[in-house]
């Protein structure tokens, strides 16, 4: 899954409208919802992920390994108690 930053995406549409020759001003808003619904259309096709879904996700894998970590200290103690002299 590929991360996009919602900032880039607003960059791509304002770059593409602020090219557009001056007598099509009048239409920037249209171009712009027009670009909008269909950028978000492919990247949503390409599995893309906001980078706000990214950090929700490594913030919940970190807790996950915090998680396995300690359970894997507390069965290794486990076992060195129970563990035949």
């Known amino acids: 899954m590929t991360m ?4 880039k995406f ?3 549409i304002d770059t593409f409208t602020k090219a557009m020759p001056p ?3 009048q239409m920037r808003d249209d171009a712009q919802k027009n670009l909008r619904s269909a950028l978000s259309s492919t990247f949503n096709k390409l599995d893309l992920v906001t980078r706000e879904e990214f ?3 490594t913030q919940v894998l970190l807790r996950t390994r915090e998680k396995l970590e300690a359970l894997e200290k ?3 103690e486990l076992e060195q108690a129970h563990k035949p002299e």
């Open 55 to 57: 950090e929700v996700q």
């Open 23 to 25: 007598g099509l001003l």
């Open 74 to 76: 507390r069965v290794a």
């Open 10 to 12: 607003d960059e791509i």
């Open 4 to 7: 996009i930053d919602p900032k």
